[in-house]
């Protein structure tokens, strides 16, 4: 059985910055996208940044310019670097793999930013 386990997440202030990564637990081959969602307080889960196999990245237009996303294949591994942190940001994030036609995600951890 495959699981994701995030960690990474914790307070910050304003202007911070914070690393969040996401590892699969268990026989995964194949992930295709790999991926961050972040949900706040009162409002609906949105996509983030994600990168595909190839090595191709896509972002928020909210966090274009402050997120990285990368991923470490070989440990089936996804990462968030997060800088110029803003208070909008605080939401609890997940992570998202895509193999073989299913989707996977993570239990979320939780991320806040302080002004």
């Known amino acids: 059985q495959v699981q994701l386990v995030e960690s990474g997440g914790g307070l910050v202030q304003a202007g911070g910055s914070l690393r969040v990564s996401c590892a699969a637990s268990?026989?995964?081959?194949?992930?295709?996208?790999m991926g961050w969602y972040r949900q706040a307080p009162g409002k609906q889960r949105e996509w983030v940044a994600s990168?595909?196999?190839?090595?191709?990245?896509n972002y928020a237009d909210s966090v274009k310019g402050r997120f990285t996303i990368s991923r470490d294949n070989a440990k089936n591994t996804v990462y968030l670097q997060m800088n110029s942190l803003k208070p909008e940001d605080t939401a609890v994030y997940y992570c998202?793999?895509?193999?073989?036609?299913?989707?996977?995600w993570g239990q979320g951890t939780q991320v806040t930013v302080s002004s």
């Open positions: 998202r793999f895509t193999a073989w036609g299913y989707i996977y």
């Open positions: 268990g026989t995964i081959s194949s992930i295709n996208n």
């Open positions: 990168v595909t196999s190839g090595g191709t990245t």
